[in-house]
């Protein structure tokens, strides 16, 4: 197995997200400036005080609204798509939900400690030939995993990479596997996780040969 390599960013790191909780007091802070205002004399102070309690009271509002949509838009999601007849259940892949977009079906694989990404071309229902492709690369995926580490150390220790890009290679680990060519059925990208995000590695995955690593 290859290196794993981390990279930490002191800024992320001593970064604090705010809460509901801050959001709720800064709402009711928001509140308290409308009542207290209403008893300035003033009356451009008074309208200053109201409108700033306002804002307070607007944005917190949106806060606290944007974050429990963003806890439960999953779920909302879920139940969506099974209503529309975008959920299909697979004994060997778990659950496959159509994307409409990008026509394809998409699985969630656990192995080990790590989610790998299944994704077959399909308008209606999953392409069949493609679907059994599928079936097999996952029951064989440790098999595939030790061919895909035997290859990424072959391309790390070809002449011409640097020594960082070589220990990127060796640390790359499958995120996802794409089957998606009606033409070549065989034929899986597979696509790398590394240590570092901004960068996306592929490569193809036909007839028991790896090939074409490439990064973006």
Same mark, same amino acid.
């Given at each position: 197995?290859?290196?794993?390599? /981390?990279? /930490?960013?002191?800024?992320?790191?001593?970064?604090?997200?705010? /809460?509901?909780?801050?959001?709720?007091?800064?709402?009711?802070?928001?509140?308290?400036?409308?009542?207290?205002?209403?008893?300035?004399?003033?009356?451009?102070?008074?309208?200053?005080?109201?409108?700033?309690?306002?804002?307070?009271?607007?944005?917190?509002?949106?806060?606290?609204?944007?974050?429990?949509?963003?806890?439960?838009?999953?779920?909302?999601?879920?139940?969506?798509?099974?209503?529309?007849?975008?959920?299909?259940?697979?004994?060997?892949?778990?659950?496959?939900?159509?994307?409409?977009?990008?026509?394809?079906?998409?699985?969630?694989?656990?192995?080990?400690?790590?989610?790998?990404?299944?994704?077959?071309?399909?308008?209606?229902?999953?392409?069949?030939?493609?679907?059994?492709?599928?079936?097999?690369?996952?029951?064989?995926?440790?098999?595939?995993?030790?061919?895909?580490?035997?290859?990424?150390?072959?391309?790390?220790?070809?002449?011409?990479?640097?020594?960082? /890009?070589?220990?990127?290679?060796?640390?790359?680990?499958?995120?996802?596997?794409?089957?998606?060519?009606?033409?070549?059925?065989?034929?899986?990208?597979?696509?790398?996780?590394?240590?570092?995000?901004?960068?996306?590695?592929?490569?193809?995955?036909?007839?028991?040969?790896?090939?074409?690593?490439?990064?973006?």
């Amino acid at each position: 197995m290859g290196t794993s390599l /981390t990279r /930490t960013d002191p800024e992320a790191r001593d970064k604090v997200e705010p /809460t509901i909780w801050d959001a709720l007091i800064g709402a009711a802070i928001g509140v308290l400036l409308i009542y207290a205002g209403s008893f300035i004399g003033n009356w451009a102070l008074k309208w200053a005080v109201v409108g700033l309690g306002w804002v307070f009271v607007a944005v917190m509002t949106a806060f606290v609204v944007s974050v429990i949509w963003e806890n439960m838009s999953g779920h909302v999601w879920a139940v969506s798509s099974r209503l529309r007849g975008d959920v299909r259940k697979d004994p060997q892949l778990g659950t496959l939900t159509r994307d409409r977009r990008i026509r394809c079906w998409e699985a969630a694989v656990t192995r080990g400690n790590r989610i790998v990404d299944v994704l077959i071309e399909g308008t209606h229902e999953p392409n069949p030939a493609l679907l059994a492709r599928a079936r097999d690369v996952v029951a064989n995926f440790d098999a595939l995993e030790r061919e895909v580490d035997a290859y990424l150390a072959q391309e790390a220790d070809r002449g011409g990479e640097d020594p960082e /890009t070589a220990a990127e290679i060796r640390a790359l680990r499958i995120s996802s596997l794409k089957i998606w060519s009606r033409e070549r059925p065989r034929l899986v990208q597979i696509d790398f996780r590394g240590p570092d995000e901004d960068r996306f590695w592929s490569c193809d995955y036909e007839n028991g040969e790896l090939s074409g690593l490439d990064v973006d």
